[in-house]
């Protein structure tokens, strides 16, 4: 039975009991693009976070939130919460950031979507390919499988 089974008969079994009681004793909460408790301590994984609890924000061009974002409004406001500045664009963020190759890629890091040499659009990678962004006018702040190769990565300094 895997943890994610066993967290209702746990909870059953704990009455009020915290979900932090019911993972000392052996069951684990598992969320989408979300770090675990050791992995938390990351700015890059902070700024994860903060992306995902931005889910379901609108997307409205030239906003960095805490309501709205564009998409690299929410990857400056999420590195921000975590203690890291970036700058504004797309564009600019490409350029203040390490490369790194697609085989180096880690939960946290920014994806940058070009045509061309052109960045034109960023998110923050999840893991298992996915990244949480704010797409385009008339979407909201969402988890979303990488839909081309055509992406370059960089981790935050």
Known sequence: MSALN?????????????????AAVGGSLVVPGVASDAEAATPATKALQVAASKKGSPYKWGAAGPHRFDCSGLTLYSFKKAGKSLPRTAAQQYNKTRHISAGNRKSGDLVFFHSGSSVYHVGIYAGKGKIWHSPKSGEVVKLQKIWTKSVWYGRVK
């Open 6 to 22: 066993r967290v209702p008969s746990l909870m059953a079994r704990a009455g009020t009991a915290s979900a932090l009681t019911i």
